[in-house]
């Protein structure tokens, strides 16, 4: 079982607290491995909040066929991020040569299009450096979308840290909201891919837990989107499912909840919505997922969800300060970042039950 | 001594023998009076016998006449070996035994094809047999607790719209309907089928339809029933019952004249119509009805004098699939007001997947249901020929079908039901369950039915006198001392409790692989342990 985390704050913080959110759950995983997408980004990236910035990790000869491929694309270098790693000897991590956070000016031609078109610009971008990358093994490109940047390796979480040096708080990378996992996926063969939080065109999503509909799920979801590829884990088909929902149909985010784990039709008869929820229900029957799961996603505005599924065989548990809203796999993790909060108003959300934060951070509860 | 001719019919001859004891016979007659075919008749022997009784021989004579019980070297009159002799001599003194030697089906065709009722004798071989549920929920996510935990065992039936087209509009933060999308129910995943009033007496269907009564009203169970070709009483037609029925139209279009008049009048609508084109018993040959079953009541609901009636192969007037789209679904969709789903059943055949692919693409996406029946189906008469030696078994037709949607994005848009052979060895929930892994939404079954009403029928030659009026079990015949024969409340129960346990162990593997709601498509659950069966189907093979 994952333990997965996120925090989301009026202030910007370090990845250091997405860390200490997640050390104290070690128990339950497996240590192998850490990701984390940042979204609403301060320090060096301030800047260029509305300019997408790639994130990947390579080879020295993937890093040129990237920077070719950019170059004849028109997109235009603002700005980069190379860390220095802190390569001590002992450190569990299995790091890639080179990590590159660069932001970049559209083509010309399309500055002044509408986001909707930049938006399938810089998905077809990633898919086309992603294919590139692949077919010649020389590195991963996580997320290409303005103000997000993705980190992704295997090893110890803590020797992750060390390596980018991460404890160090020094500013220079920070962020209003994080999503975060600290292990490998364990289910399928460990690539760098396959572990979450998963990204696509703004929408971010880790899971914990087991889609047991993953062949149903992905069976259909290949032929939705172009963007829906790798399928390396089961938990990938929530983002698709996600994106598919409020991205591609355009509805409202409480009917999510009722494609991935729908009502009982017992229940939908006895609602006023009932044709709709059927109509819903059999129409993405090929998106519904069983099996134990809790996800915690955050949206292209900023917002934060977290739900279960249908039985409610996985824990979250949703904690809040002033200025913070955290949701953790268990609570450890949030006594760890945020001690002094008030623990009775914790949210231990029910299987029928999405949590939304927003953002000026109110959280919403609602059944489906 | 006697002189015999090699071509003279002899007990060797036939498929099954009667045994018969005669110093336990009483003579009471009652296997005689019982046996519908005419199998076994009263006679005597003549038993002469020399001995002696002395160390020295010293013959004596006996001679004694002896009445006994007789079987009828006829192929006309062969046993079938339904063994009612057996069930009702109180003394165990008869019963018919398989006769492996026989010469019967080489000596049958004198008047023309053989025809018989039931499923295939030649190719009842099960596939399913080697296919396990094999991915079962263990440490990385739970197993369900097939007692505590809620299920959702349903299944859509109706043309379901992809989600981009649903008629929706955002009203107030909430999506509201536009207008009216195609009429979807969500039934439950086993359909009682498409066996006739007329193939079955009318006792025998009215079981059948009050145990799908009884599972609706007492036990939760959305259950649906199939007519058959032939119609239905008025008053069903007329009743709140008919919710619980599929009409079938097929080739004959026997009934519909009935139930068209019966319109105006009914109550509710029906739960579907089932446009039948092929059955998978005997593909591209239509219904047949011999005459010695076209009883008066028959006659009166189809409308049709006492006459052996042969259904076209064809429906009239349709030629092609586009034609029978736009003809038939859409002139039975209008009926009744395009509230009604309309469904299509085919014999399974190498053309399959040809036939959904080009109702998966109809532009009136009107077609809400296919189904498949595979050459395991039963039938109440067809030439053996068809029966043995033409169709195609219904696993990797299903499976094929759904991977043909899958590979165009289309899966679920039209339900895919597949039947024939369901249930053949006795479970239908692990035959069920397995087809809904492989990409049914839902199974039927038909015989099963009629077993569990009392048929002795199976497919390894046994009775399948479902053709001659003589059905012994009072099942399939019109003849009114025969059809009281079968208890319907006791036959009702039989079926009901049935579905109960069907319910019980469907559970009982949903639980396993973690699913609450039918796994349709799940193939990752399966495992096969015969390599060709895994690698045509596309799931794991394992030894």
Redesign the interface.
């Known amino acids: ?1 994952c333990r997965i985390g996120s925090i989301k704050s009026k202030v910007a913080f370090s990845p250091s607290k997405a860390l200490y959110l997640m050390l104290p759950q070690q128990e339950g995983h497996d240590n192998s491995g850490f990701a984390m997408v940042m979204q609403d980004l301060y320090g060096i990236f301030t800047p260029y909040k509305d300019k997408p910035l790639l994130s990947l990790a390579c080879t020295q000869r993937g890093a040129q066929m990237v920077e070719d491929f950019m170059d004849s694309h028109n997109f235009e270098q603002l700005a980069e991020w190379i860390p220095v790693p802190n390569n001590q000897p002992g450190l569990d991590i299995k790091a890639m040569p080179y990590y590159i956070f660069r932001n970049y000016d559209y083509p010309e031609y399309y500055r002044d299009k509408p986001m909707a078109e930049k938006e399938e610009l810089l998905l077809d971008i990633r898919l086309k450096l992603r294919k590139i990358l692949e077919d010649a093994d020389e590195g991963y490109v996580y997320s290409f979308w303005p103000d997000v940047l993705t980190l992704k390796e295997i090893g110890d979480p803590r020797d992750i840290a060390t390596y980018f040096r991460l404890w160090d708080d020094n500013g220079c990378l920070m962020a209003k909201s994080i999503v975060v996992q600290c292990r490998q996926n ?2 399928y063969d460990i690539v760098r891919y396959a572990a979450h939080p998963f990204f696509l065109q703004g929408y971010t999503l880790c899971a914990n ?2 889609n ?5 799920n992905k ?2 979801q ?3 989107h172009r963007g829906y590829v790798g399928f390396e884990s089961d938990s990938q088909n929530f983002l698709y499912t996600l994106h ?1 929902v409020l991205h ?2 355009k ?2 985010i409480k ?1 999510y909840k009722h494609v991935i784990t ?1 009502l ?2 017992g229940e939908i008869e006895q609602r006023e ?1 009932k ?2 929820l ?3 229900r ?5 998106l ?1 997922i ?3 799961n809790t996800i915690i996603a955050s949206l292209p505005d900023g917002r934060m969800i977290t739900c279960c599924d ?2 409610k ?1 996985r824990p979250v548990v949703v904690g809040q300060t002033e200025d913070t809203v955290a949701i953790a796999s268990e609570v450890c993790g949030l006594n760890e970042i945020m001690p002094e909060r008030d623990m009775t108003k914790d949210i231990y959300p029910n299987e029928r039950e999405v949590v939304v934060i927003d953002n000026d951070l109110e959280v919403q509860r609602w059944k489906q | 001594m006697e002189a015999i001719k090699s071509q003279d019919i002899g007990k060797a001859d036939l498929k099954w023998n009667i045994e018969y004891l005669p110093e336990r016979c009483t003579m009471c007659g009652s296997c005689i009076a019982t046996c519908t075919l005419g199998a076994i008749e009263a006679g005597v022997v003549r038993v002469d016998k020399t001995y002696s009784e002395d160390f020295q021989p010293t013959p004596l004579r006996t001679h004694r006449t002896i009445p006994v019980i007789k079987q009828v070297k006829s192929i006309a009159n062969a046993c079938v070996g339904c063994g009612m002799c057996e069930k009702v001599c109180p003394n165990n003194a008869i019963h018919p035994v398989r006769n492996r030697d026989n010469r019967q089906t080489l000596l049958s065709r004198d008047a023309g094809p053989i025809k018989r009722g039931g499923r295939t004798n030649l190719n009842a071989q099960r596939t399913l047999d080697h296919i396990i549920v094999g991915r079962i ?1 263990q440490m ?3 197993s ?1 607790d097939s007692i505590r ?2 299920f ?1 065992i ?1 299944a ?1 039936f109706g043309r ?5 087209k ?1 008629p ?1 509009v ?1 009203k107030d ?5 536009a207008h009216k ?1 195609p009429p ?1 129910r ?1 039934i439950y995943p086993l359909i009682f089928s498409d066996m006739s009033i007329g193939a079955l007496s009318t006792r025998a269907w009215e079981a059948v339809s009050m145990a799908v009564a009884y599972l609706n009203e007492k036990c939760g169970l959305p259950v649906r029933m199939s007519s058959g070709e032939g119609g239905m009483p008025s008053k069903l037609l007329e009743s709140e019952q008919l919710k619980y029925m599929i009409l079938q139209i097929a080739s004959g279009h026997f009934g519909w004249n009935r139930i068209i008049k019966a319109m105006p009048r009914m109550k509710v609508d029906p739960a579907g119509v089932l446009i039948k084109i092929g059955q998978g018993a005997k593909p591209g040959d239509g219904g047949l009805l011999q005459a010695a079953k076209v009883a008066e009541h028959v006659q009166a609901i189809r409308g049709v004098p006492k006459a052996t009636l042969s259904s076209p192969p064809n429906h009239q007037g349709l030629y092609s699939i586009e034609e029978s789209v736009q003809k038939m679904h859409l002139s039975l969709n209008a009926a009744f007001g395009f509230r009604v789903p309309v469904a299509i059943k085919c014999a399974a055949s190498a053309t399959s997947v040809s036939v959904y692919n080009n109702l998966l693409r109809d532009p009136y996406q009107i077609c809400g249901g296919f189904f498949i029946d595979g050459i395991q189906g039963g039938t109440g008469a067809a030439n053996e020929i068809s029966l043995d030696h033409t169709g195609h078994p219904i696993v990797s037709k299903i499976r094929d079908c759904y991977l043909a949607a ?4 289309l ?2 848009q039209i339900p895919l039901y597949g039947g024939g052979g369901m249930g053949m060895t006795g479970n239908a929930a692990a035959d069920a369950f397995k087809m809904i892994c492989l990409g049914a939404n839902g199974v039927f079954v038909g015989k099963m039915l009629i077993q569990l009403l009392g048929c002795v029928g199976n497919e390894e030659g046994h009775c399948n006198a479902c053709n001659t009026g003589k059905c012994p079990t009072g099942i399939c015949t019109q003849d009114p001392r025969l059809v009281k024969r079968l208890d319907i409340d006791r036959g009702a129960q039989k079926i009901v409790d049935y579905v109960l346990t069907f319910d019980k162990e469907l559970r009982k593997l949903m639980a396993p ?5 039918l ?6 659950a399966l495992v096969s342990t015969d390599k060709a069966i895994a690698e045509q189907l596309g799931i794991q093979y394992v030894c």
């Open positions: 079982m364990t289910n837990g087991e047991t509909f993953y062949t149903k069976e259909f290949k032929s939705l598919y591609e149909l509805w409202p009917y729908p009982p039709f919505d044709e709709v059927k109509a819903i059999q129409s993405l029957a090929n519904e069983n099996g134990p249908s039985k065989l | 929920s990385t996510d739970p369900l935990h809620t959702d349903r859509p379901v719209l992809p989600a981009e649903l929706f955002l933060g909430k999506l509201v309907m999308a979807v969500w899958v590979k165009q994005g899966q679920g692989i973690g699913n609450s709601s796994p349709v498509g799940r193939s990752d």
